[in-house]
C-alpha cells in the first residue's frame, strides 16, 4: 500500500483491468447510430506496491458510432483492502478507428478525475489527475467476453 504517514502531497500510478457490467442505452432519433445512455463498470485496480483494490463506476454517456466517438461523465469509486475509499467524479473521452461494433481493441479512452470524498485513511483527500486507456472488447449483453478495458491513471492528490 502507499505510505500516508505524515505526507501531505501524494503521486501515484494505478492500472484497472475490467469490464462493462451494465449498459442500458436508447436511440436519440436523429441518426440510427447516435445513442445516449447508462453504463456501469468494475473492476481490478492495481496499486504501485503490489496491492490490489477493487474497481467500480457509474456513468451516463453520449455516442454516435458514425462519428466514433463517446463522451461520458460519471463518478468512480475504489475500495481498498483496509475498508478506505475514495469517490471520484470524472469526464471521459473515447475514440475509434472503426464503428463502436466493431472497434475490437482499437477504442482509446482519456479522462480526467476529481477527488470528492474518501474514507478512513483517504478522509478528506482533495486532488486530480487523469488517464488513458483502451477498450478491448465490444459490449454484447450475453457474450463470453464482453465490454473489456483496462485503464492506466495518474493522480496528485493532498491528504490532511
Do not use: C
Not at 445513442?35 to 474497481?55: C, N, P, Q, T, V
Not at 478525475?113 to 478522509?123: A, L
Amino acid at each position: 500500500m502507499l505510505s500516508f504517514s505524515g505526507a501531505t502531497a501524494e503521486e501515484a500510478r494505478l492500472k484497472v483491468a475490467g469490464y462493462v457490467a451494465d449498459l442500458r442505452q436508447e436511440n436519440v432519433g436523429d441518426e440510427k447510430t447516435h445513442h445516449i445512455g447508462l453504463a456501469s463498470r468494475r473492476g481490478l485496480i492495481f496499486l504501485e506496491k503490489g496491492d490490489i483494490a477493487i474497481y467500480r463506476d457509474w456513468q451516463t454517456f453520449d455516442s454516435d458510432a458514425d462519428k466514433l466517438e463517446r463522451k461520458a461523465r460519471g463518478y468512480g469509486l475504489i475500495l481498498y483492502p483496509d475498508g478506505s475509499s475514495t469517490l471520484f467524479e470524472f469526464q471521459e473521452t473515447a475514440t475509434s478507428q472503426l464503428p463502436w461494433w466493431f472497434a475490437r481493441g482499437r477504442t482509446d479512452v482519456n479522462g480526467k478525475i476529481t477527488y470528492i470524498k474518501g474514507t478512513g485513511r483517504f478522509q478528506g483527500i482533495h486532488g486530480t489527475g487523469s488517464y488513458t486507456g483502451r477498450g478491448i472488447t465490444p459490449y454484447a449483453a450475453g457474450a463470453e467476453t464482453s465490454g473489456d478495458f483496462f485503464l492506466d491513471f495518474q493522480v496528485d492528490y493532498d491528504l490532511p
